[in-house]
């Protein structure tokens, strides 16, 4: 199912940098996550908004910074990263927050030299 | 705490030939189970979902899963699988308990397809 748009697709960024991920969900749910998936480990689930509140940071660092500022738009923010933050960022989003079905964005691929 | 464990890390079927997956999960009660598809470079899509109901469900590309509590289980298969199903797999456990607002997702079954 489409209705979730991530941009950019692909991303290079030095470690002093500062980038944003952006995400736009047109399915009108109510609550939006960003995932970090890197090479052979599991989905790990960052941020998770619901209804335009943080309900969950699963202990990320503080250089990746989310912002929501309505239901359909959710940002992370991006500084002073690592090459080790080198990995796929995924959007989604679900109805509702409460261990709903979650649609996926294409993602963003993000490479820190 | 919730968890799925997907005990294969990648498995090569014919085209042609039957497929099962496979996903064991552990939840404290009544689980909502999914599963997902990766293709290289993309997002993760929806193919079956199980909330409750038929213990059997059907998705989309021709795959079916079966939920069966007794064995914490909940294996996806496909009758005969195409070329175009070569891909990474993953099963997900979440629920109104437990995890709340999250799915646990499994570490993915890499399929490969031989022509």
């Known amino acids: 199912e489409t209705g979730v748009t991530q941009t950019p697709r692909h991303l290079v960024m030095g470690m002093t940098n500062k980038k944003s991920l952006k995400c736009e969900q047109h399915l009108g749910h109510n609550a939006m996550y960003w995932y970090k998936q890197s090479a052979k480990k599991p989905l790990e689930l960052m941020f998770v908004y619901s209804l335009e509140e943080r309900v969950e940071n699963n202990s990320v660092p503080s250089r990746f910074s989310p912002e929501c500022p309505n239901s359909s738009h959710l940002f992370l923010h991006l500084h002073t990263l690592q090459p080790e933050d080198s990995a796929l960022y995924l959007c989604?989003?679900?109805?509702?927050?409460?261990?709903?079905?979650?649609?996926f964005g294409p993602g963003t691929r993000l490479t820190v030299l | 705490a919730q968890s799925v464990t997907q005990p294969d890390i990648h498995i090569t079927v014919s085209e042609g030939a039957s497929l099962e997956l496979r996903c064991n999960y552990s939840y404290g009660a009544t689980p909502y189970l999914f599963w997902y598809v990766q293709s290289p470079g993309q997002g993760l899509q929806l193919l079956l979902k199980y909330f409750s109901g038929d213990t059997l469900v059907q998705g989309i590309k021709g795959f079916e899963a079966e939920f069966k509590r007794s064995q914490s289980s909940f294996n996806l298969r496909k009758p005969s699988v195409h070329w175009s199903d070569a891909a990474e797999y993953f099963c997900a456990v979440g629920g109104l308990t437990g995890g709340g607002n999250k799915l646990t997702f499994g570490t993915g079954t890499q399929l490969k397809v031989e022509l």
């Open positions: 989604a989003s679900s109805p509702r927050a409460v261990g709903d079905t979650q649609y």
